[in-house]
């Protein structure tokens, strides 16, 4: 039987609401069947269940729910994360950030995780997190290029500081 | 198949269930008993803050073998 693990990670979340007084991340627990992926991490929740061993080599296809997340999404690593990515980046600035963000992934041959592009107004930097205002996102990877997330604009995004892989300044 | 969920203990029961779909395949899934009856078995995968996301409705009918897991059993991924 392949090794069993406890997951403790980090995800990014939208907000619907008017005000948002977020002081920490969601907090998630999985259990799974894991395996890496480059710096993904891929969770296996339901698989087909093979007896023969020598028919389980193509993981691909036996993956019926699982999630891809960022290796840096582990607790351990977002709250520990150290990044001067952000040096130079004021409140109230609008930016755009590209994010890697966890997908959920049901009857797909996924192993890594999406990219998202995100423009919005940098309203507060925690000290594992920020949270950009009237977040504009698009998911770049995988093509093809939609917007996230598919129902309704959210009013606050917001995303773990070890998930950002780049952020600018537009004005 | 006898209940494996203890109400009053606060430990989760964590159970490896291999079980049977209506087109017959079989699967395999892991996660914490969460609740259970007399026809259901519900295993949950993934939790928000405490509160179950993911989880799978299993029939009784169905499940071919059930495993609950010692804890040691289990690694830690934080």
Redesign the interface.
Known sequence: MDKIYNIKYVDASYSYEENINQTKLDSYEAYGYVKKNKNNIVITFIKKHVVDEKKSSDEEINIIKGLVIPDTSLVSVSSAYRTNILEGININSVVSVIWRDVVRVANLPRYDCSVMYTEGILIKIGSDYVILKDPRTIRTHPTPIKNHPGGGLPTYLVVPISFITDITIIK | MEKLLIKDNDENV?A?V?FRTDDN????????LAEEDDILIKIA?????GEI??S?NIKRLDI?SINV?DSS??????
């Open positions: 964590i490896c291999v395949n079989e699967y395999e899934c892991v996660g914490v995968f993934n939790a928000k803050n996301v993911d799978i071919i897991l059993k289990i690694e830690e991924l934080v």
